[in-house]
């Protein structure tokens, strides 16, 4: 059985920094693009980061890059996302997903999702 447990999430100031985790289970960890996507109240679900575990090449989003950095650890089957300069846009349910076939930020390439963590930013 594919799982994706996130962690990490919770409650920061504007200018704080959290890290998220997401630990992969079932399914051959090398093989598969791994993402974060993250989806804020009223709107779309978006892809912010993703990583593939194979030669650990990265692609951020415009919103987020030079603030947010994937990074993963093949030996532990985990994926990191650290967050600096958090501001209230980044409020949002985050979600790791992993992908087969494609790499690329749309939620659409992703076959497998985490049941996500919520990162709130405010003050």
């Known amino acids: 059985e594919v799982q994706l447990v996130e962690s990490g999430g919770g409650l920061v100031q504007p200018g704080g920094s959290l890290r998220l985790s997401c630990v992969a289970s079932?399914?051959?960890?090398?093989?598969?693009?791994i993402g974060w996507l993250r989806q804020a109240p009223g709107k779309e679900r978006e892809g912010v980061a993703c990583?593939?575990?194979?030669?650990?090449?990265?692609f951020y989003s415009s919103s987020v890059e030079g603030r947010f950095t994937i990074s993963s650890d093949n030996a532990k089957n985990t994926v990191y996302l650290q967050m600096n300069s958090l501001g209230p846009e980044d409020t949002a349910v985050y979600y790791c997903?992993?992908?087969?076939?494609?790499?690329?930020?749309?939620?659409?390439?992703?076959?497998?999702w985490g049941q996500g963590t919520q990162v709130t930013v405010s003050s």
């Open positions: 997903a992993a992908s087969s076939h494609s790499y690329g930020l749309g939620p659409q390439l992703y076959d497998y």
């Open positions: 079932g399914f051959t960890f090398d093989d598969y693009y």
């Open positions: 990583i593939s575990t194979a030669d650990r090449s990265t």
